[in-house]
């Protein structure tokens, strides 16, 4: 005879499944507490921490330094800009602003924040260029012309 599981062992298995892929997560080489705790060596210690290092810190002649990344000025605006035009601006949803000037830029972001119907998804386009600046239009031309 076929024996039924009874719905109250289900969320018992799943808390006990969950509980225990937590418990070992910490388990492994890239565990930073355990190898601080373990009888190794500076070199193996300094390879588990290069191991667990964040992207934006390197070490350089065994000191630890945080790099600064410099970044454009219109390239934080343009991150609500991709969503539409495509990380590169390759287009997708809106068209390709890759290989565009940064003239044009200029003034199609112009004739958007001045209300004026520049193609069929202009209506997208009047809030988005409504709320920059003059100094915004002018980092995101420059932005897009790096494409």
């Known amino acids: 005879m076929k024996t039924q599981r009874s719905f109250a062992t289900v ?5 006990l499944c969950v509980l225990s892929v937590l418990a070992l997560t910490g ?7 355990a190898a601080k705790k373990a009888d190794y060596s500076k070199a ?3 390879e588990i921490e290069n191991r667990i290092t964040p992207f934006s810190v390197v070490m350089v002649d065994g000191v630890t330094a945080v790099v600064a990344v410099a970044a454009l000025p219109g390239e934080a605006k343009y991150m609500a800009c991709g969503a539409c035009h495509g990380a590169q601006g390759g287009g997708g949803v809106g068209p390709a602003l890759a290989g565009q000037t940064a003239d044009y830029i200029v003034g199609r972001l112009n004739q958007y924040k001045a209300g004026e119907k520049v193609g069929s998804q202009s209506n997208m386009m009047w809030a988005q260029a409504g709320m920059l600046s003059e100094a915004d239009i002018q980092d995101l ?7």
């Open 44 to 46: 193996q210690l300094a």
């Open 11 to 15: 969320p018992f298995m799943a808390t």
């Open 141 to 147: 031309a420059e932005y897009v012309t790096t494409f």
């Open 27 to 33: 388990c492994g080489k890239n565990d930073a507490f």
